[in-house]
């Protein structure tokens, strides 16, 4: 048995295993700290390889140490290469290395949609677990779309509720794969060292209804991070109330949505609306870039329609183009089963070979009749 | 995908194009056109077909970040590591039915700056446009042996050839539609569509071949009409030509750079007209490298040549790994038969070039290639230099021997076509240097590839400079070129 370093928790779960990944739901990283401590104290006190990812702005969960590995990541470099980071760091620390990942949750503000935060687990969680790792994970909850939640829980072995209550620490496991005891799935109030289950009826309904009532906003959660921001664009754009606001919301709608290149990144913001950018979000599918051809043609069609002797209305052939976002792209690699592959391609000397395979199976894996199926999980 | 049966149910059955729209695609620098796919749907069929084809539309874009010719362009850029996402733009094709058919009346490409033009009395910065009838594949893709029309906004009616059988060869003759009745992206002949009556504005595109008539209408009882394409009617008022100008240029000055546009044009009964916009991006440079920064300070000996203007082909940045020069004054003292043969043997070695793009070629020989009078150059055919990539005319007014290249001459045509890069170098000329003791050095490659040619070992040289990181550079704004070595020459 693999130790979490508290005691009482261990015999909630019946102790962790290798390959376990364990995903924390928090409302504050504080929590996450403090599971995070032991279980590090612990993995250091047998000697394991201790492996500390950090990429987030909150505070540090473990302090520089000689005894720990500490990476610096950038998760605004994107998915790709924040997973393919990762996905390197992974291979070359080698098997049965203990993991902590910053808080997961503010990879949002970098790449500003759920969708992807699913990807990145589903690709990097099944890698840990073959090569036997144990990693913690820690997502905030009432952040994260319903949806992303439920790819997370699917690809995890662990998944454990974090909350306190009327000034009590509780702990509730979700899911814990393969493991079972009758009151392992009951919310657990700490009480030192150990975690006394909550069997009667009535705590259990006192607690888990204050908890309910924390997340009341389940309406909203049903929307990816990405169509929130949206919303507040759009009450934004009807409100009209701060020229700084909406200058802001600009300059993050063209950053997350239109382009990377610089260049092109100053004329869009030079010539976009708010409105304008919402608007071509409507006819956005997925989400993610809309990628060089897309934002060439509307950039070049705005800068026609200011130029007033052009007199653009009356010549111009309207449109009603539809983008399909890049993370769709991303997406369909990753539940394709091909995000290996897409790896391993960019390793030296597969270039060229790994893609003729990527190639074929992107086309011709799945039949045509399929075609439904392997966008129908996008 | 939910959210692709809103597109399937929102285009009903009208014509879609799927394209790529990769984030590296079309930013300033990268030039990854025609690199991916993009694919015509005629979108027929029930809503469950138009689905099936619109997700494997999808697929085949998606898989075409793995094809090899793309793979190869972002690894010569250092792009081979880095993300490339692929982003889709699903476009309506602009057009309107004919019978059975379904294209726009023009399509095209534009661009600020005329890249063909190197002629001393034009104006590059007045824009040009490749221009075909109905869909715009033609215009962007180069087809062998089928002409768009080049159209210099300066001068649109220009056209050199007098000959009215070079205005009908150097003219288009196939069609790309879509054939709604066939659910599926075709070419067809302009003969066929005419003779079809598919096409009834024929007059506008146009000019009724009556030549060719009357010589069919001997030996043939069929009734059948022939036409040529000219687009020659369009340009009958100054409007659509004005609206281009402007349109390039009110870009080119937003973007602070030299654009490329692509576009279709319908026009209404009354002969106004609309312009569709389907995309723009800063003018891309051909070959290696990102945006062309010519190096300020190279080594007089490295230089191989130097000059400015007078090239054609945009901005380049090209590794050069074998040089075919033809001496000029070697040349010039030939007798007819020698100088006749001096072509065949470029030719020959033209043909030993299996592939452009692992044995880029320079060519440099006095005056003008492709003559027929062999005082005046060498008389290849253009079959004997196509897979050269840089084609350099030397002028060697000793010999009377001078570059001459005309825009819309058939030559002309044909290296545009075939994407070969030129260059007329004067070496008399101020600021020009052209350095022929480069080759002292090197070995003559002739007589290895071609023993029977050693009698003119001394006329034509052939060197593998590989080892010597050659490279040429232009760039359209500075109007500068430069041939360079970027490596230490060392003796051997």
């Not at chain 2, 546009?261 to 609309?274: G, H, Q, Y």
Request: hydrophobic residues 40%; glycine residues 6%.
């Amino acid at each position: 048995m693999i130790s979490t370093g508290i005691k009482g928790l261990d015999s909630v779960i019946t102790g962790l295993r290798e390959g376990d990944n364990v995903v924390w739901q928090i409302d504050d990283i504080k929590d996450y700290a403090e599971l995070v401590k032991p279980f590090v104290e612990q993995a250091l006190k047998e000697k394991r390889k201790v492996v500390y990812m950090r990429f987030a702005s909150h505070k540090e969960l473990l302090k520089p140490s000689l005894k720990i590995k500490r990476y610096e990541l950038n998760a605004y470099a994107g998915f790709e290469s924040f997973a393919t980071k990762v996905n390197n760091i992974i291979t070359q620390e080698g098997e049965g290395t203990y993991y902590v990942f910053d808080c997961l949750s503010e990879l949002l503000s970098a790449w500003a949609t759920d969708l992807m935060i699913g990807n990145f687990f589903m690709v990097t969680c099944p890698y840990l677990y073959e090569l036997k790792t144990v990693t913690y994970f820690s997502i905030l909850r009432y952040n994260h779309s319903f949806k992303s939640v439920a790819r997370i829980r699917e690809t995890t072995q662990l998944l454990i509720d974090v909350y306190h209550c009327e000034g009590c620490f509780y702990i509730h496991p979700l899911k814990v794969w393969n493991r079972y005891s009758p009151t392992m799935f009951l919310p657990h109030q700490r009480e030192n060292d150990k975690f006394i289950p909550i069997t009667d009826s009535v705590n259990a309904v006192k607690l888990l209804s204050y908890i309910h009532e924390k997340g009341a906003e389940s309406a909203k959660r049903n929307l990816d991070y990405w169509d929130l921001l949206f919303i507040e664009a759009e009450e934004l754009a009807r409100n009209n109330t701060s020229e700084n606001k909406t200058k802001n919301m600009v300059k993050k709608l063209c950053n997350i949505m239109l382009t990377k290149n610089k260049k092109i990144l100053s004329l869009a913001m030079q010539h976009f609306s708010l409105e304008e950018l919402i608007e071509i979000k409507s006819r956005l599918i997925g989400t993610g870039y809309i990628g060089g051809k897309s934002i060439g043609m509307l950039l070049a069609r705005k800068i026609l329609s200011e130029d007033t002797p052009l007199n653009w209305q009356k010549l111009s052939e309207s449109h009603d183009s539809f983008y399909i976002g890049s993370d769709i792209f991303y997406s369909y690699i990753v539940q394709n089963q091909l995000w290996k592959l897409h790896m391993q391609q960019k390793t030296e000397g597969e270039y060229f070979r790994v893609a003729k395979i990527i190639k074929e199976k992107m086309l011709y894996e799945r039949s045509r009749k399929k075609s439904w199926n392997t966008f129908s999980r996008l | 995908m939910e959210h692709f049966q809103q597109i399937i149910e929102y285009f009903g059955s009208s014509p879609i194009i799927i394209r790529s729209s990769s984030l590296l695609e079309d930013n300033f620098g990268n030039a990854f056109a025609g690199k991916y796919e993009s694919i015509f749907l005629a979108n027929q069929g029930s809503p469950e077909q138009r689905y099936i084809q619109f997700a494997e539309a999808v697929k085949k874009v998606y898989s075409s970040t793995m094809n090899e010719d793309a793979l190869a362009y972002r690894k010569q850029r250092g792009l081979d590591k880095s993300d490339e996402q692929m982003a889709l733009l699903v476009q309506r094709v602009s057009g309107a039915p004919h019978k059975n058919y379904f294209f726009p009346d023009l399509a095209g490409v534009g661009l600020s700056h005329n890249i063909y033009m190197w002629n001393e009395n034009m104006n590059p910065k007045e824009g040009m446009l490749r221009l075909v009838f109905g869909l715009g594949t033609r215009a962007v893709n180069r087809v062998e042996g089928d002409y768009p029309r080049m159209v210099a906004l300066e001068n649109p009616l220009q056209r050199p050839y007098s000959e009215k059988d070079d205005l009908r060869k150097f003219s288009q003759h196939e069609v790309d539609l879509i054939d709604t009745k066939e659910n599926i992206l075709k070419t067809i002949s302009f003969e066929n569509l005419i003779n079809e009556k598919s096409y009834m504005d024929i007059d506008r595109v146009a000019v009724k071949d009556d030549e060719a008539m009357r010589m069919m209408s001997k030996n043939n009882t069929e009734d059948k009409e022939y036409w040529i394409l000219t687009l020659d009617n369009i340009f009958g008022d100054d409007t659509l030509i004005d609206t281009f100008k402007n349109i390039l240029k009110s870009l080119e000055k937003s973007y602070s750079y030299p654009v490329e546009i692509e576009f279709t044009v319908n026009f209404a009964e009354d002969n106004t007209f609309k312009i569709n916009l389907l995309q723009c991006r800063p003018l891309q440079t051909v070959g290696l490298g990102n945006r062309v920064e010519i190096p300020n300070l190279v080594k007089k000996e490295n230089i191989l040549f130097e000059s400015q203007g007078y090239f054609l082909g945009g901005n380049i940045s090209q590794g050069i790994q074998r040089i075919i020069y033809v001496a000029p004054g070697k040349y010039s003292k030939l007798v007819l038969s020698d100088k006749y043969e001096i072509a065949h043997i470029v030719g020959k070695l033209n043909s030993h070039i299996e592939n452009r793009e692992k044995l880029p070629t320079l060519l440099m020989g006095p005056g003008r290639w492709g003559t027929t009078t062999p005082s005046l150059g060498i008389p290849v055919k253009f079959a004997e230099i196509n897979n050269i990539a840089v084609l350099v005319e030397i002028a060697f007014p000793e010999g009377n021997l001078m570059p001459e290249l005309s825009f819309g001459t058939h030559f002309f045509q044909d290296l545009v076509e075939t994407n070969i890069f030129y260059i007329a170098l004067f070496p008399e000329k101020k600021d020009v240097i052209f350095n022929d003791n480069f080759f002292k050095k090197e070995k003559n490659l002739l007589t290895k590839l071609i023993p029977q040619s050693a009698k003119y070992k001394n006329v034509i040289g052939v060197y593998d400079i590989s080892s010597e990181g050659l490279k040429i550079m232009s760039d359209i704004i500075s109007q500068k070129i430069i041939c360079f070595s970027d490596s230490k020459r060392t003796s051997k």
